[in-house]
C-alpha cells in the first residue's frame, strides 16, 4: 500500500469485514442482549467505512478526540475460534482483539500520510476502536472476571 487511495481502500474493506463479521457473530448468537450488540457494532463498522469513502472524496470530518482508557485485557488473553456457536466469553474476547488490531491499523495508517486532514480522520478513527475495545473490555470485565 503506497498510495492513499490504497490505504482508504484497505481500511474501507477491513470495515466491511469487521461489519460482516459482527453481523455473522449476531446471527449465532443465543442471547438477544449479545445480538443485539453485535448488531450495534456492525452498523458502527459500516459508518466507519462511510467515513472513509467520504474522505476518500475528500470529505475530512473526523478528529481525534481524548484518549482512551486501554484495560489491556485483551492483551493476557488466547486467541479464540469465531466460527460455530461462539460463546459469549469467546465473542467478548475475539471482538476486543478484533477492535485492537483495527486501532493499530488506523493510528500506522495516520503515521504513513502526509496529509494533515487525512492523519486526523485515520486518529479519529483509531480512537473511535479503542472505544470500542474498551467496551469489550468492560463488558468481559463486568461479565465474565467478576463471575470466576
Sequence with gaps: MNTVDEILDYAIDQEQQ???????VA????????????L???EEEKRHKERLLAAKT??????????????????YLV???????????????????????????YRDMAEKVQD??????????????AKHKLFFETEYEERVLMHN
Excluded: C
Excluded at 469487521?18 to 455473522?24: E, H, K, L
Excluded at 446471527?27 to 453485535?38: C, D, I, Q, V
Excluded at 475528500?58 to 492483551?75: A, M, Q
Design 58 to 75: 475528500g470529505e475530512r470530518k473526523l478528529t481525534p478526540e481524548k484518549e482512551v482508557l486501554d484495560l489491556k485485557i485483551s492483551d
Design 116 to 129: 494533515t486532514h487525512l492523519k486526523q480522520v485515520f486518529l479519529g478513527l483509531a480512537k473511535e476502536e
Design 18 to 24: 469487521a461489519a460482516d463479521f459482527y453481523a455473522s
Design 79 to 105: 486467541e479464540v475460534d469465531a466460527s460455530g456457536n461462539i460463546s459469549y466469553q469467546d465473542a467478548l474476547i475475539f471482538a476486543m482483539k478484533r477492535e485492537r488490531a483495527a486501532f493499530q491499523l
Design 27 to 38: 446471527a449465532r448468537a443465543e442471547k438477544a442482549g449479545m445480538k443485539k450488540m453485535l
Design 40 to 42: 450495534e457494532f456492525a
